[in-house]
């Protein structure tokens, strides 16, 4: 039988904008060394927006067509941005065929003839898309700035680059600062790159970062600190953060997340607000403490 104190403590959850799906999260809460976050749409708001755009061989607008042509294709999140953008400068979008997805990394589509890639830089270098120095110079810029780099390969060059970034939810800073006073150790995981995995860290006060992770490695990730001894929460969102969740010994999800994710969380953070995480590993040791 549940103890009294775990069912009063999961309504007292339920007041606090938590949905603990069993005792049992809200038990092992209590004994949590470590949290882990995916970066974006659980530390940033998930919406991000195209902020910088370099047209190095082709007008700006005939970018921002040819990427829209491809991007329309994708749910991505950058995606979606590509494609709002494009629609607002009112720029014709052409048709796209052969439209391919490389999770993790990139999207390609054959536009009016002409193979477009739109990815990372190791995406469009491994399909022979050379990055030009002066590029390389830029792409570090933007991504110190905290924004995504988004390159877009055209033929067989470098055709020009679209600047993505993310606002931090307005609680973010304070969740990761009243956790580490907790004595949780914070880490970040993202698909993102490195420079701008680290940029977004410094701003909310992560040390630990691990960047470039492919959506099948965040469970390693997590099982990786389990291994060491600690034990995890893992708190995240999307599709891709699914095996996470059930790895981590509490999984923690976004409530405006994917279903995938919500189905996969032992918590779930109904109003998206990190400083529920907080409360959730509070309301555990006062109830914890309340049963021994
Ligand atoms: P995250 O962990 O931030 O959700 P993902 O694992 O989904 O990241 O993607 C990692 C990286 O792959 C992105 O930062 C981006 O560089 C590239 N990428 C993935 N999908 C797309 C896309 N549709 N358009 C452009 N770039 C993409
Ligand atoms: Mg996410």
Do not use: Y
Request: hydrophobic share 45%.
């Amino acid at each position: 039988a549940t103890p009294t104190a775990v069912t009063v403590g999961i309504g007292r959850g339920a007041e606090l904008g938590l949905l603990i799906r069993n005792g049992e999260a809200l038990e092992v809460s209590e004994k949590l060394t470590a949290i882990v976050f995916d970066k974006t749409g659980t530390l940033t708001r998930g919406k991000p927006d195209v902020t910088d755009i370099v047209a190095l061989t082709v007008p700006e607008d005939r970018l921002l067509a040819v990427a829209a042509a491809v991007e329309h294709n994708s749910q991505h999140p950058l995606a979606e941005a590509v494609v709002r953008r494009a629609e607002s400068a009112g720029v014709g979008v052409p048709a796209s065929e052969w439209f391919t997805t490389f999770g993790g990394r990139g999207v390609s589509a054959v536009v009016e003839g002409d193979e477009v890639l739109i990815g990372n830089q190791p995406f469009l270098e491994e399909h022979g898309i050379p990055v030009p120095p002066v590029a390389e110079d830029r792409i570090a810029a933007l991504q110190d700035e905290g924004k995504t780099a988004v390159l877009v390969g055209a033929g067989a060059g470098l055709a020009g680059i679209l600047a993505i970034a993310d606002t931090l939810k307005p609680t973010t800073k304070s969740a990761i600062a009243e956790l580490k006073r907790m004595g949780l150790s914070v880490t970040m995981i993202t698909g993102d790159n490195e420079r701008t995995a680290n940029a977004i860290a410094r701003e909310v006060g992560i040390d630990d970062v691990h960047a470039g992770v492919l959506p099948q490695e965040k469970a390693q990730e997590v099982r990786a600190l389990q291994e060491r001894g600690e034990v995890v929460a893992f708190v995240g969102d999307g599709i891709n953060d699914a095996p996470a969740l059930a790895q981590a010994d509490v999984g923690i999800a976004i409530g405006s997340g994917t279903d995938v994710a919500i189905e996969s969380g032992d918590i779930v953070l109904i109003r998206d607000d990190l400083v529920d995480a907080v409360a959730a590993v509070e309301l555990s040791r006062k109830v914890m403490s309340r049963i021994k």
